[in-house]
């Protein structure tokens, strides 16, 4: 497994963040899937149960219950509850075929239990007074 940190300043657009936007154009290489897109158009649930399989996915949820309810105010219903996630999660296992990058403040991903092996880490650090951004990089093993 690969494992960098870099500095960058950050976004809010998390894909406009130097490091990670190279990271994507490195890893992803085809349509992806990504159910948070900016700013945020439809409930993550109901985009990814909507939406047909891809080769590749990325897995930017907002990262805390704070951070959901300010991205979804007033575009429909949410759920703030940790298993939240775990659903999103599972919905993303299911339809990426090949590989998928998740961020976040943690470095858990989609998961072995959903069939997927961490190969590369990327942390970025964003200095003393923010939250690093941790990119985990998944193969879907089989």
């Known amino acids: 497994m690969k494992i960098d940190r870099i500095w960058a300043m950050p976004n809010k657009k998390t894909f406009t963040i130097k490091p990670i936007a190279e990271l994507i154009k490195e890893e992803i290489l085809g349509d992806y899937l990504d159910p948070f897109p900016y700013p945020y158009q439809k409930e993550a649930t109901i985009y990814l149960k909507e939406s047909e399989s891809k080769d590749y996915g990325l897995f930017d949820p907002p990262y805390s219950p704070r951070q959901l309810k300010e991205s979804y ?22 339809k990426v075929k090949k ?31 923010h939250n690093d951004t941790i990119c985990t990089v998944e193969v879907k093993n089989g």
Do not use: P
């Open 73 to 94: 105010n007033g575009k429909g219903e949410y759920n703030t509850k940790i298993s939240t996630w775990s659903i999103w999660k599972d919905l993303m296992a299911e």
């Open 99 to 129: 590989k998928c990058i998740t961020f976040g403040w943690n470095s858990t991903g989609l998961g072995k239990k959903r069939g997927f092996e961490i190969t590369r880490i990327l942390i970025v650090c964003h200095g003393s007074m």
